[in-house]
């Protein structure tokens, strides 16, 4: 029985893959003729490679048994491992030059810290030593460097400390905070470890028509809307207001909001953001609202789990600067295909990872011991590629 479906399931797979090629070859004139995943999936996002699944399929099966279940089906989270595989798999042709990591939840648990002791620590210092560049895009903003330090210090030491790496894949590490707001990067001398870069050196084209005025009036209407939940839902919450970002936080540590409130509360800012004409609706595409003289601000409004928070920017714009800051450092053009982020919010309302999917490959992890897992993929087959 379990070979019977084994079988059945990887024969499901290739076709999968088989519709996911077809596309690929068709995506960039589907006016014309749409092709079948389109039809069947019209909010598929681009496909910067191809995903063997099939291959995925049986990597998965032999580390989760999926054939030899006989009462449950493949399940969500066995066809996104098989998806996140199927990523890795594919980047690891030699196309791989930058990983993003968002923070919370991807890195360490939610609200707490990257330390010393954390199994992540090596295998993000093993990248570097493979040339691989790194970006932290993390929603957590924060203006100075001690903040990140707080809460990175584990790889930062490490990196520091570090004999096998030389200086200059100690300078392959930048964080990006506050989803798309403050640059800092890996500096041995500077307070921290940490060297904050000013905008002028990394805003992207795009960005620099974002007006001051324009963001802190999004953020006005944000915050009066956010206060307006907390009113009418009663919820024991706090508003927090920063210079790029706006949100509620439980007014005491020990309560959690319950998620349907949060989830209610990103729904409703978001809405009041996009009829405000300052923000720019999720349905509209990132040219189209960025080659204007005065453009709309992109935002984005999430659950973090505990909060909710909205930033100005996103994680598109976000791993778009690494892109190019990597580019321009490194000689080499950093394309979406050259490009894999890794994130825990790709479901929850506003899912802040989510938005990265428009401008490079993705995995979908749901926990550390889940990224340490993919790293190690990650490691095995570069390993194999190099041997
Ligand atoms: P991420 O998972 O690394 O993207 O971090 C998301 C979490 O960072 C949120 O759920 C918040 O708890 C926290 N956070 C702290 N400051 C900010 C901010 O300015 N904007 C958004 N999230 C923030
Ligand atoms: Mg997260």
Not at 219 to 226: F, Q
Request: proline content about 5%; charged content about 25%.
């Amino acid at each position: 029985m379990a070979e019977e479906a084994h079988r059945r399931y990887a024969e499901i797979m290739r076709d999968v893959e088989a519709m996911i090629e077809d596309h690929i070859a068709r995506q960039n004139h589907e006016e014309v003729f749409p092709s079948k995943l389109r039809m069947l999936v019209p909010t598929a996002g681009p496909f910067f490679t191809r995903l063997p699944l099939e291959a995925a399929f049986k990597y998965q099966d032999r580390k989760r048994n999926i054939s030899f279940r006989r009462y449950v089906a493949p399940s969500f989270n066995d066809v996104r491992l098989i998806l996140n595989s199927a990523q890795v798999m594919a980047v690891t042709n030699g196309a791989l030059q930058l990983a993003t990591f968002d923070g919370d939840v991807t890195l360490y648990d939610d609200g707490q810290s990257l330390e010393p002791s954390s199994p992540v620590v090596p295998r993000l210092l093993d990248l570097l030593k493979k040339g691989i560049k790194i970006g932290i895009v993390t929603a957590a903003g924060y203006t100075t460097a001690d903040r990140y330090y707080e809460r990175l210090h584990g790889l930062l030491d490490a990196i520091a400390a570090s004999t096998e790496l030389d200086p200059s894949q100690k300078q392959n590490l930048v964080i990006m905070g506050g989803e798309a707001n403050y640059l800092f990067e890996f500096s041995l001398s500077a307070p921290h470890l940490l060297a904050h870069v000013p905008r002028e050196r990394w805003l992207t084209p795009e960005m620099t028509h974002w007006h001051e005025e324009d963001i802190a009036a999004l953020l006005d209407v944000a915050e009066g809307a956010l206060k307006d939940c907390v009113r009418a839902m009663n919820l024991p919450a706090t508003i927090v207001r920063k210079d790029r970002a706006v949100g509620i936080i439980p007014s005491d540590p020990d309560i959690r909001i319950a998620r349907e409130s949060l989830e209610e509360t990103v729904l409703v800012v978001q809405r009041i953001l996009e009829l405000s004409s300052l923000g720019v609706p999720a349905s509209s595409s990132r040219t189209s609202s960025s080659t204007i003289a005065r453009p709309r601000i992109p935002f984005c409004a999430f659950n973090g789990g505990r909060d909710v928070f909205v930033d100005i920017g996103d994680k598109s714009w976000g791993v778009t600067v690494c892109q190019q800051w990597f580019s321009s450092t490194g000689g080499t053009r950093i394309g979406g295909e050259n490009t894999l982020h890794v994130g825990d919010q790709f479901l929850s309302a506003g899912s802040n990872d989510f938005k990265a999917r428009s401008v490079g490959t993705t995995a979908w992890i749901a926990s550390p011991a889940e990224t340490v897992e993919l790293l190690d993929e990650l490691a095995d087959l570069m390993q194999k590629r190099l041997s």
